[in-house]
């Protein structure tokens, strides 16, 4: 809204020349973000408190000591997510060049799979208020879980491979080489839905313990918010040898929109947190990079910057494969970070390590973008 507004005015006054810059709008889209994440918190977990819980004020900590860790858990609200799609919202729809087709696609994919995760979310608490205990886990069935998510991204890639020229829009680049790409064809949407719905699910599965979700997602998205703007660089991506996709480069700012949102959203998540993401930040941020990620033709770059994911989610697929081939645990627990508790690692200790673990994975993913 900035740009279309600003922009026009450059030659009346020319500091409005700055809204010109994908990288001034996207420092702008961060803290817009984040401090709407900031402003709107209080109000947003009161509201689910009581809405969830009946009371808008938190759990008195001398009873919950007593009870453990778990019942302090069982306690926090959760649609946390509610929050970072506002603010990625609001933050994108400001900063962000709205005549672009590609920031339409991506944000329609965040507000859809933030949708899919809401209603899932609202389902589990409605059962858990009615203690209907045989499903007060079950949220959505999973088919239709799926099945919406899967529709959702098939379109979404679809759109975005038509905005392409050929044969860049149906084929995937191979890291590492350059001009290497291998064509799809009419398969292509099906493997961008891949990609987005696995994404999606990846970063569900890891969002388990306070903050572990949130700061890996931050580092990707900024990953992806320079992968994005190179790529959207004709000399840039000529320099570095990976595809030119023009008009990707304002993916930038919606980027930017995504870590300010999570790190609002981070100031009340971390441990203890205040709030959970739910299935409604998680599917919504995991979309968002899945949809990205598709749109730059760095679909496999993801794997890698987004790594600690992966991780997570093949550690599930191990232990449920592992299970019913042998009917013995290869973990101890799954996913991942559950092992690790088992083995009594603390929670904090998990997480930063995570942490940590990310942001390896991110700057090997970035190395790709070199080693060509």
């Not at 004709?234 to 995504?258: D, H, K, M, S």
């Not at 790190?263 to 998680?282: E, R």
């Not at 941020?285 to 987004?306: D, Q, S």
Request: positive net charge; aromatic residues 12%; contains cysteine.
């Amino acid at each position: 809204m900035l740009y279309h507004l600003l922009v026009p005015l450059a030659d009346w006054f020319f500091p409005f020349n700055v809204f010109r810059y994908i990288t001034f709008r996207s420092g702008g889209a961060v803290l817009t973000a984040l401090f709407v994440g900031l402003l709107l918190g209080p109000a947003t977990i009161r509201w689910l408190r009581t809405v969830q819980n009946g009371s808008p004020e938190p759990p008195r900590f001398e009873t919950l000591a007593l009870e453990g860790r778990s019942r302090l858990k069982q306690a926090t609200p959760t649609m946390g997510g509610l929050l970072i799609l506002v603010s990625v919202a609001v933050s994108t729809l400001l900063w962000a060049d709205l005549a672009n087709p590609f920031v339409w696609i991506v944000l329609a994919v965040t507000l859809l799979f933030g949708a899919v995760g809401a209603v899932d979310d609202w389902l589990k608490i409605r059962r858990r208020q009615a203690q209907d205990y045989a499903h007060r886990y079950r949220g959505l069935p999973a088919r239709i879980k799926f099945g919406v998510e899967t529709v959702i991204a098939l379109v979404a890639s679809w759109g975005l491979a038509r905005l392409l020229p050929e044969p860049l829009g149906t084929s995937l680049a191979v890291p590492f080489f350059k001009d290497l790409l291998i064509p799809l064809g009419a398969a292509f949407p099906l493997f961008g839905a891949f990609v987005v719905v696995g994404a999606a699910n990846a970063v569900n599965l890891t969002d388990g313990l306070d903050g572990l979700a949130s700061v890996p997602a931050a580092i990707a998205a900024g990953s992806f918010a320079l992968i994005a703007y190179l790529a959207g660089n004709a000399i840039f991506a000529r320099y570095l040898g990976i595809p030119f996709v023009p008009g990707t480069g304002e993916l930038a700012v919606f980027c930017g929109a995504v870590i300010g949102a999570l790190m609002g959203f981070l100031w009340y998540n971390a441990p203890p947190a205040s709030v959970f993401m739910g299935d409604t930040g998680a599917l919504a941020v995991g979309g968002a990079l899945g949809a990205v990620a598709v749109a730059t033709k760095h679909e496999l770059v993801l794997a890698i910057v987004g790594g600690l994911f992966v991780l997570e989610t093949v550690s599930v697929i191990v232990q449920v494969v592992s299970y019913r081939l042998t009917g013995r645990r290869v973990f101890r627990m799954a996913p991942l970070h559950h092992h690790f508790e088992k083995k009594g690692w603390r929670e904090e200790t998990i997480v930063v390590r995570f942490w940590i673990v990310a942001a390896v994975l991110a700057l090997l993913g970035l190395a790709t973008l070199k080693l060509r």
